[in-house]
């Protein structure tokens, strides 16, 4: 990693500092002093290399910085020695253009010691902070603001000046607070680097903050202490906040999970302990389909999930249909019966899967659009996991859309509420059972699309879903489609709260408790079927 | 005269089993000692195991037909009474171990010494003594269905909500047992024993004791749930199990009996569990996973449920099938397990003492009996006739 950034940096500075000609012959000059110098000389020759101003310097420090400058006992000219088996291949430091190898003991190392480190990282710092490149200089200020140099301020004051874009000039003048605390400034001078920093109330400013504690006047001590405390509140804040994202985000998976279950349980009182099953064949449909994309159309892969969703929902909601007709028509009224007969279903799934593809995860890649993170105030967010919610939603919608608005979803209802009365009306109601079960299925396995991009894609994968599924269901109230989002968005926000105080796993087990108890304070779960029709 | 009394009380099933118990008693002691290894009469110690390790499962198989069979109570989380059990027995055993233990640690567990705890944890006190553990194993399973059935006879959870919250149960207790703060373990369970009640658990002595103690605890449990189904109790759970709001309005109250059989049920399934550590040597909370509760229903559901004979004789058949093809066949396990599961709720929802009682009154009398095609509950009370 450390060569990378090296080779890059001396490709970029090799691009602008070609027309100074005139100063590089300057800068070899200095550098030629390093040969052989003790810990002081290459002090000042750092120093004397820094004053100079030209970004070229800056790989030539970096080497140093990182004990990969050289010179050559024959010469004593100066190279960038990269060990290559028993030699060392040599570069130019400055032009980054090969000279060649050197035997083990033709070449030594210019030795640094940690304060000397600590000076090339600041004098790295005070060089880039002027680069024309606005990462080069963010990258600069990041520095300083993590070492607080008081040494940096000047060349900060500055960059901050000549600074057009207002974000960099923010994070500098952050970076020069940070550098004002750790001086020997003024009191006011302090205290105003104080509300500097405490602007940006994150982790970073309460360790500046706190560090700046130390040793400081009451006045200032005072300050710094309701700054601390006001920075801590507002990280507390965003921490919660960030919990009820985690908790979401975890209640979207559980609603994926989960919203397929709450039509084949939820609305026709199916039992299917084969619903894991379906994630997981939607799940494999991705693999299968990312694969094809693989072999056959790489340039595709990025919409290979789009493609995915829609075969995966045809494919889950094809085996849904085989298993109502096949098996659970026979069962309809006998929940028992229909329970175990599904879980032998689902033995057989889980094994052919397990014959077809093999025991072990398999890959399933993410398209370029769902990695990645951004912020938001204190909050991370990956865009994966956005995703995930914003899917989660959007098939919950088209979900109530078909059951309230559409003529399928008339007939279902229909069909649940009173199967005579529906079949006298003249709906097939066969069909309609068949139908049903064939949507939950599907939609499971649209579910095992999502999920194959945050969970490892295996036999066993929809076993880990079915518990967590039934609790859901249960939890918001069977037959209700809003208890199952609730449920699930605030069974996730639960767990999510549970964890900092008592671990992952005990706040699962809790969580788990807490519906048990529920259950038995309410039997038929958040939001109840008022009526008859529940008691069969 | 008694003699038929006693034959009738037992039933047909009833009769057969008890004294193919016996005779497995008998024999397969003898079998294992007596004859030469290479005659072919010889049963292997290795086999003496197994067959005290199906007994146990048979127990346990008893103990969900008494309340899946008989009062409508459909439990998947008949595996953790099970595996409490277990784990009590294996706290003994642990602590019989004493400075034996790889770090010769005399009072702590080897694992304890190895997470550094520094004293027994005070829920392991007492575990030294024998009976002591003896009572937990039946306590402790037995508290924790007390108060679950408590609260959810209580509040009329019925169904399949009760299943699946059992499921939830058995699921919360697995990830607790995984925990290594728990105390129990953790990931690895109890393991290593050495010997219980200074009997050696390598010797085959011991394991034909524990065989044989398999064998009586199987016939005993028979004859307490044959007790309890042939009592007025029984008759009532009965009613519950077919018309629960019908017997509740009678002025039955319901949730009681429920909850007496539920206790007895899971005290059973903790009997079970004790009997089968000392024989395989190692607990640990992969025995809580939801799966193994459910395949212990379908064992009953094979047999035939609400028929008692059928559980023991579903617990010991679908296992036999299991060790065979697990051995033999690895990768079609699952598939014959899940087609069980599939082709007894379809075709034979009484299990195999639903056919064989449908095939023998054809045999006698020629006449088909009309009834037996309803498939909807098991038709017990034939049995009871007999």
């Not at chain 1, 080779?7 to 590089?24: I, K, T, Y």
């Not at chain 1, 020695?81 to 003991?105: C, E, F, H, I, N």
């Not at chain 1, 639960?494 to 108890?517: C, D, H, Q, S, T």
């Not at chain 2, 309890?228 to 709001?245: C, F, N, P, Q, W």
């Amino acid at each position: 990693m450390r060569r990378i950034l090296l080779a890059v940096l001396v490709v970029a500075s090799a691009l602008f500092s070609a027309p100074l000609a005139a100063q590089q012959d300057e800068i070899r000059a200095l550098m030629a002093e390093l040969a052989g110098a003790k810990f002081k000389k290459t002090a000042e020759v750092v120093a004397n290399l820094a004053a100079t101003g030209d970004p070229a310097v800056v790989p030539v420090l970096t080497a140093l910085g990182a004990g990969d400058l050289f010179f050559r006992k024959s010469d004593n000219a100066i190279f960038v020695a990269v060990k290559d088996g028993r030699r060392y291949q040599l570069s130019d430091p400055l032009t980054g253009a090969a000279a060649g190898d050197a035997g083990r003991r033709e070449v030594k190392k210019i030795r640094v010691n940690n304060s000397l480190r600590r000076a090339i990282r600041a004098a790295i710092g005070t060089l880039t902070l002027l680069s024309p490149d606005r990462a080069t200089r963010r990258a600069a200020a990041e520095a300083i603001l993590k070492s607080r140099d008081p040494d940096a301020i000047p060349a900060l004051d500055t960059a901050i000046a000549a600074e057009q874009d207002e974000r960099t000039r923010g994070l500098m003048e952050r970076a020069r607070a940070a550098a004002v605390l750790n001086s020997t400034a003024g009191g006011p001078e302090k205290l105003e680097a104080v509300s500097v920093i405490a602007a940006r109330a994150d982790q970073d400013a309460r360790s500046i903050l706190l560090a700046a504690l130390e040793g400081a006047e009451p006045a200032l001590a005072d300050a710094i202490t309701t700054a601390v405390a006001e920075v801590e509140r507002s990280l507390a804040l965003w921490s919660m906040a960030q919990n009820v994202w985690y908790g979401l985000s975890l209640g979207s998976v559980l609603l994926l999970a989960a919203i397929g279950l709450a039509i084949t349980f939820g609305v026709m009182g199916v039992i299917n302990m084969a619903h894991g099953e379906m994630v997981m064949i939607g799940a494999y449909v991705t693999f299968v389909v990312q694969e094809i994309i693989r072999t056959q159309a790489p340039a595709l892969f990025d919409v290979s999930l789009l493609i995915a969703l829609p075969l995966a929902f045809g494919v889950a909601g094809a085996v849904g249909i085989a298993i109502e007709r096949g098996v659970i028509r026979f069962l309809y009224g006998r929940p028992l019966e229909t329970l175990l007969a599904t879980w032998g279903l689902s033995l057989i799934l889980q094994q052919a899967v397990r014959t077809i593809f093999g025991p072990t995860n398999q890959e399933v890649g993410a398209p370029s659009w769902m990695s990645g993170a951004f912020e938001l105030g204190g909050l991370t967010l990956t865009y994966g996991r956005v995703w995930i919610i914003v899917f989660a939603l959007v098939v919950f919608a088209a979900l109530v859309i078909v059951l309230r608005r559409t003529n399928f979803g008339l007939q279902t209802r229909a069909v649940t509420q009173n199967r005579r009365m529906a079949g006298s009306m003249g709906i097939r109601t066969n069909w309609t059972d068949a139908l049903t079960f064939g949507l939950g299925s599907g939609i499971a396995g649209v579910a095992g699309v999502a999920l194959s991009q945050i969970d490892n894609v295996s036999p066993n994968l929809g076993q880990s879903y079915i518990i967590d599924s039934f609790m859901v269901v249960v939890f918001g109230g069977v037959g209700n489609l809003w208890g199952t989002l609730v449920g699930a968005l605030s069974l996730g926000v639960l767990n999510k709260f549970l964890e900092p105080y008592a671990g992952a796993m005990l706040g699962k087990i809790l969580v788990l408790v807490f519906i048990i108890l529920f259950i038995q304070k309410r039997p038929r779960g958040l939001f109840a079927l008022k009526g008859r029709a529940v008691d069969q | 005269m008694t003699g038929t009394a006693l034959s009738r009380w037992l039933g047909g099933p009833g009769c057969i089993l008890l004294i193919a118990l016996a005779v497995a008693a008998v024999y397969v002691p003898a079998a294992n000692q007596l004859f030469p290894p290479d005659s072919p009469l010889h049963i292997e110690t290795v086999t003496v195991v197994l067959l005290g390790k199906y007994l146990c499962f048979a127990i346990l198989a008893l103990s969900i037909d008494l309340v899946w069979g008989y009062c409508g109570i459909l439990s998947l989380g008949h595996g953790a009474f099970f595996a409490l059990g277990g784990y009590a027995m294996g706290m003994h055993l642990m602590r019989e171990i004493g400075s034996r233990g790889v770090y010769g640690n005399p009072v702590l567990p080897d694992f304890m010494v190895f997470l550094n705890w520094s004293e027994l944890p005070w829920y392991w006190h007492g575990f030294d003594q024998f009976w002591f553990a003896l009572l937990m194993v039946v306590l402790v399973p037995g508290a924790l269905a007390f108060a679950f059935g408590a609260l959810a006879f209580r509040s009329r959870v019925t169904g399949v909500y009760l299943s699946i919250i059992t499921q939830a149960m058995t699921f919360a207790l697995m990830l607790a047992f995984f925990r290594n703060e728990m105390g129990f373990g953790g990931n690895n369970g109890l393991t290593d024993f050495k010997d219980v009640l200074g009997f050696d658990l390598q010797a085959d002595g011991t394991r034909i004791g524990l065989f044989l103690l398999s064998v009586l605890t199987l016939a005993a449990a028979f004859i307490l749930c044959r007790m309890i189904v042939l009592s007025r109790l029984g008759k009532v759970l009965i009613a519950v199990r077919d018309a629960e709001s019908r017997a509740r309005f009678i002025g039955y109250r319901v949730e009681r009996y429920k909850l007496f059989v539920f206790t007895i049920s899971a005290m059973m399934a903790g009997l079970a569990g004790a009997l089968y550590v000392p024989q395989v040597g190692i607990i640990n909370p992969s025995e809580f996973t939801p799966a193994n509760s459910i395949e212990a229903v379908i064992w009953v559901a094979v047999g035939g449920r609400g028929t008692l004979v059928g559980a023991v004789i579903g617990g010991i058949g679908v296992n036999m099938g299991k060790s065979y093809f697990t051995g033999a066949l690895p990768e079609l396990w699952l598939f014959a397990l899940g087609g069980l599961f599939i082709l007894v709720t379809l075709f034979m929802p009484r299990g195999i003492l639903g056919l064989v009682s449908d095939w023998r009154p054809r045999r006698r009398n020629a006449t088909p009996s009309g009834s037996s095609d309803t498939p909807a509950e098991p038709a017990a009370a034939s049995e009871e006739r007999a």
